[in-house]
T-cell receptor
C-alpha cells in the first residue's frame, strides 16, 4: 500500500507568520502532488499542485517538491485566520489517489 | 458544470437498515472513489473504480459494496448499517492516463453525505 505521511498537528501560528506544512510519500513513481484545504464540515478543495522538482508559487502559497527525498511541502506566507483549516497532501502514483491524514492549521489573530 | 454530485446530503439510518449513496460525475473521469471521514480524522478510502465494470477495495471496505456500470455513476451500498458507519462520506473522481508518464489530474469531490446510524 502506497503511503503518504503528514504530521497531524495541530500546527498553531500567529497571524502574519509563515506556516510550513510537510508531507512524505513512499511511491517513487508519483509524478504529481496535490495540496488540498478542507474547512470543517466541507469537502476538500485543491489549492496547489506541483509536478517538477523545486518551488511553485501562487499568491501566498508556495509548494516545494524534492523527488529524491520524496518530500513535498506547502508554505503559507502572511498567514490569516481564514487559513485555519486542515491541509491534505495527495500523491497519485499509479494507484488510486492516496491522501495523507492531514495537518490541522490554526492561525491565531 | 455539475462536477461530482452526491445524494443525499444528510441521512439518519436505524441499525440494520440498508441504503445507497448516489454519486455521479459529468467530467468523463475514469477513476472514482468513495472515502469516509470520521470526526477530526483524515480520509479513508473505502472503494475505488478505474473504469466501468472495474472496482477494487480500499482501506476500509467491510460493510460496503459498490458497482460501476457506467462511467458516470458509482453508487455505494451500505448493508445492515451499524453505528460504526456513522461518518461523512465523500465521493470523488479523477482522470489518470498511462503511457511513459502516468499521472493523475486533481480529484474533484462531491459535497459529502453526513450519515448517522442510531
Amino acid at each position: 500500500q502506497k503511503e503518504v505521511e503528514q504530521n497531524s498537528g495541530p500546527l498553531s501560528v500567529p497571524e502574519g507568520a509563515i506556516a510550513s506544512l510537510n508531507c512524505t510519500y513512499s511511491d517513487r513513481g508519483s509524478q504529481s502532488f496535490f495540496w488540498y484545504r478542507q474547512y470543517s464540515g466541507k469537502s476538500p478543495e485543491l489549492i496547489m499542485f506541483i509536478y517538477s522538482n523545486g518551488d511553485k508559487e501562487d499568491g501566498r502559497f508556495t509548494a516545494q517538491l524534492n523527488k529524491a527525498s520524496q518530500y513535498v511541502s506547502l508554505l503559507i506566507r502572511d498567514s490569516q485566520p481564514s487559513d485555519s483549516a486542515t491541509y491534505l497532501c495527495a500523491a497519485p502514483g499509479n494507484t488510486p489517489l492516496v491522501f495523507g491524514k492531514g495537518t490541522r492549521l490554526s492561525v491565531i489573530a | 458544470n455539475a462536477g461530482v454530485t452526491q445524494t443525499p446530503k444528510f441521512r439518519i439510518l436505524k441499525i440494520g437498515q440498508s441504503m445507497t449513496l448516489q454519486c455521479t460525475q459529468d467530467m468523463n473521469h475514469n477513476y472514482m472513489y468513495w472515502y469516509r471521514q470520521d470526526p477530526g480524522m483524515g480520509l479513508k478510502l473505502i472503494y475505488y473504480s478505474v473504469g466501468a465494470g472495474i472496482t477494487d477495495k480500499g482501506e476500509v471496505p467491510n460493510g460496503y459494496n459498490v458497482s460501476r456500470s457506467t462511467t458516470e455513476d458509482f453508487p455505494l451500498r451500505l448493508e445492515l448499517a451499524a453505528p460504526s458507519q456513522t461518518s461523512v462520506y465523500f465521493c470523488a473522481s479523477s482522470y489518470m492516463w498511462g503511457g511513459r508518464g502516468y499521472d493523475h489530474t486533481e480529484a474533484f469531490f462531491g459535497q459529502g453525505t453526513r450519515l448517522t446510524v442510531v
